[in-house]
């Protein structure tokens, strides 16, 4: 097992003592096979960043109206994650006084949350058979579906790298609003014993959120990926856990809690598995179908020592449960919808960003005129001809679209900005040397890597930025706290046009510091 980062280290033994004792009911079929070394779970936190979003909350849902079903009711529920900043779930609550179990249904990237049939279809069952069921929305889903609280795929890759430039992570916001979902539920409901499941990117919540939070007792996981997810796999990138690419088997193996892994792929089990978790395949679409209803919920049973009341209505709804349409289990949005970005600058702090400029990424470039050759980025093609005219040979970054370089900077340490940055010092050193002119976005890895440049105002800041103009790179560790100060102070000069490049450098004598 590789080895996890040095700075984890100072959350060791912090949560240990938390998740002992989270015993269950074990099935026969449970793999039985050696676990390799556990990772301990307190490095975690170190790696997801969760700490830095704590903060204290009222902790009282606020419910919705009702809709009646034979045995119990459904509403919409929303709740605070963090001061200003909400999110949304839907409460299915059985007839009766209680106390009930209860689950967590968390939703994959299926394009809703609550409303989407891999949560419904699994909380309706779960209350036909008498279960609390809250199933829960992540960020930028279903009425929080708007830009500044996408999370997920391209349209999320600002609000996730502002999250890692202020030390944290969209996974470890993911598990906060589940656990937040988690208090709700039992707030909201006479729930004594609490369980969690998930399809697709829905069970790398579960399983997270079982590692960290002890009053889980099970997990289901429903069409499982890896975990922590590799970087090559695809799939949305707010699942992947910083400086760590799977399968990582030492993950697993921490899971204390007995869990039902339902593989809709002809596969082995994941190396790691604990004997506390039964592996089944149950072929079939990347969802949470009937069939895996059938199997999950009845383990389920036997884990919360439940019984349904009313065994005819548990059969009916696990094959064919009702669905409701979204609009019925919509909460109120007028208030907690801080955007993620605000979320980010709240938490993070001034910090030295170490940009890594090893990267040997491809790119290519352009050069137009003749003369000691001058890198021009982010700045107007007529400020290049103003150089030409000076005797200078312009040449542009040419930097083609990487998909796979955010999951590998998760994965691998690395800030997003330092492959353009590691692009720009790659070619003034083969233009032998060569200063860069960047203006707007282009400021942060012209200022990182280490050449000589000059700052084409006006500068990019917190009020400037615009996530349809400027690259998530732009998001670096301090650079909004405190740090955009200290990045244009290392430029050469700063000015309106070309002319203050032409009076601060030489292109012919300026190169890399």
């Known amino acids: 097992m590789r080895p996890m980062p040095g700075p984890l280290g100072r959350f060791l033994g912090l949560l240990v003592p938390l998740v002992s004792g989270c015993g269950g009911v074990v099935d026969p079929g449970a793999v039985s096979t050696l676990s390799p070394e556990a990772v301990p779970v307190a490095e975690l936190r170190g790696s997801l960043g969760l ?41 299915w609550l059985p007839e009766g006084d209680g106390p009930f179990p209860g689950v967590l249904v968390l939703p994959g990237h299926f394009g809703e949350g609550k409303a989407s049939g891999e949560c419904q279809e699994v909380a309706h069952a779960l209350a036909a058979r008498g279960m609390v069921a809250l199933a829960v929305d992540m960020p930028g889903v279903e009425e929080w579906e708007r830009p500044g609280r996408q999370i997920h795929f ?104 007995p869990s039902l892994w339902l593989s809709e792929l002809e596969r082995p089990a994941p190396e790691g598995l604990p004997a506390s978790a039964r592996f089944e395949v149950v072929a079939g679409p990347h969802s949470y179908t009937a069939a895996m209803r059938a199997v999950a919920l009845p383990w389920l049973d036997r884990q919360l020592q439940h019984t349904p009341p009313d065994p005819s209505r548990a059969a009916q709804a696990l094959e064919q449960p009702p669905t409701l349409p979204s609009e019925a289990l ?81 994965t691998g340490g690395y800030t997003l900005a330092d492959r353009p940055a590691s ?17 707007g976005a282009w400021a942060v890895p012209a200022a990182a ?17 615009d996530p349809a103009v400027h690259p998530p790179w732009v998001h670096v560790p301090g650079l909004w706290w405190g740090g955009l100060e200290g990045l244009y102070a290392s430029a050469r000069a700063e000015g309106d046009g070309p002319e203050i490049f032409l009076e601060a450098l030489d292109p012919g004598t300026a190169g890399a510091r």
């Open 154 to 257: 391209e349209g999320g890759a600002h609000n996730r790298a502002a999250l890692a430039a202020a030390g944290s992570s969209a996974l470890a916001l993911q598990i906060l609003v589940a656990r937040r979902g988690l208090e709700a539920m039992i707030a909201a409901a006479p729930v004594d014993r609490v369980a969690a499941t998930g399809a697709s990117g829905g069970g790398v919540l579960a399983f997270y959120l079982a590692l960290l939070e002890p009053r889980v007792r099970a997990i289901v996981l429903a069409s499982p990926v890896g975990i922590p997810r590799a970087g090559h796999e695809g799939g949305c990138f707010c699942d992947l856990l910083p400086g760590h690419s799977g399968p990582e088997p030492g993950l697993l193996a921490a899971l204390e809690q």
């Open 423 to 439: 692009a720009l010092r790659r070619l003034s050193a083969q233009l032998g040397g060569a200063p860069i002119y960047a203006g």
């Open 449 to 465: 890597s280490g050449v000589a440049w000059v700052a084409r105002s006006p500068r990019i800041s917190v009020e400037t930025l």
């Open 51 to 91: 700490d830095l979003l704590e903060r204290a909350v009222s902790g009282v849902p606020e419910l919705g109206p009702s809709v009646a079903f034979p045995g119990y009711t459904v509403q919409p529920v929303a709740f605070e994650i963090v001061p200003g900043f909400r999110s949304s779930a839907a409460l």
């Open 330 to 410: 919509r909460s109120s949005t007028d208030r907690g919808a801080m955007s993620i970005f605000e979320l980010a600058l709240q938490v993070g702090a001034p910090r030295a960003w170490e940009p890594r400029l090893e990267l040997e990424a491809p790119f290519g470039h352009a050069c137009e005129g003749d003369g000691q050759p001058v890198i021009g980025v982010g700045v107007p093609e007529g400020d290049l001809e103003v150089l030409r005219a000076a005797g200078m040979q312009t040449c542009t970054l040419q930097l083609p679209a990487d998909e796979t370089w955010e999951p590998r900077a998760v």
